[in-house]
């Protein structure tokens, strides 16, 4: 199983960027995919999840500016990031949860300047 993320980058305060995590050796539609992030000196959280019936959650600091998808045919999880604030600089991660296991990606960083 791999998980590569990807669309991370420098936006300012207010942009827009999109994370897209490609996975091969593990059908997403079949798991339950997560992304979560880390900044720098803070414990890790969960950021959004979308579930095999694609019903999706997302943590309260990123409701109505954040948005989880999938694209089943080409396998890729997204983060659609809107209104960007500078406590969101992070390293965001994709996740896959498999029935005992959990499938993690490297992460891409984020960073929005004030």
């Known amino acids: 199983v791999n998980l590569v993320e990807s669309g991370g980058g420098l936006v300012q305060a207010g942009g827009s960027l999109r994370l897209s995590c490609e996975a091969s050796g593990i059908i997403l539609s079949m798991n339950t995919m997560g992304w979560y992030r880390q900044a720098p000196g803070k414990q890790r959280e969960l950021v959004a999840t979308i579930t095999t019936r694609s019903t999706t959650n997302y943590a309260d600091f990123v409701k109505g500016r954040f948005t989880i998808s999938r694209d089943d045919a080409k396998n890729t999880l997204y983060l659609q990031m809107n209104n960007l604030k500078p406590e969101d600089t992070a390293v965001y991660s994709c996740?896959?949860?498999?029935?005992?296991?959990?499938?993690w990606g490297g992460g891409t960083l984020v960073t929005v300047s004030s």
């Open positions: 996740v896959a949860e498999s029935i005992g296991m959990s499938y």
